[in-house]
């Protein structure tokens, strides 16, 4: 059974996660970006248009992703209070935590570079079984 206390504690992580992300300055910043798409000079340079794009994806991910998870946290808060089955709430919740576990992963790993692989090599010290 889903209790009070893990719904508020999901609406913690997602208010933390948003503050950290700071959300509403990316709102603003979305807003500001597709008021620049608009405009009849946009598309003059296809090359800075389409950077100008990737960059508005990219905050714009933030901003839906974190709606999402408020959403469907909402979502779960009024399924308890119409009384539905603890099972769905549980699975619900199940997977807000894991949208939620997903964002936080990448708030942590969004600094340049974070996005790109990378490679491994491992090279054995002086000779023996050990080495191999």
């Known amino acids: 059974m889903i209790s009070v206390e893990q719904i508020k504690d999901l609406q913690q992580r997602v208010e933390t996660l ?4 700071d959300v509403e300055g990316k709102r603003a910043d ?8 608009l405009a009849a000079d946009f598309w003059d340079d296809p090359k800075e248009a389409e950077a100008f794009l990737k960059k508005l994806s ?11 998870v408020a959403g469907a946290l909402e979502d779960v808060e009024l399924l308890k209070e119409m009384g539905a089955e603890q099972e769905e709430i549980a699975q619900e919740e199940k997977k807000i935590d894991e949208m939620l576990g997903e964002l936080e992963m ?12 990378a490679l491994l090599k491992i090279n054995s010290g002086a000779g023996g079984t050990e080495s191999n």
Request: glycine share 14%.
């Open 18 to 21: 948003g503050r950290c992300i």
């Open 106 to 117: 990448k708030s942590m790993l969004g600094e340049e570079g974070d996005n790109l692989g």
């Open 58 to 68: 990219g905050v714009k991910y933030w901003v839906n992703s974190l709606d999402a």
């Open 30 to 37: 979305v807003a500001a970006r597709q008021e620049r798409t």
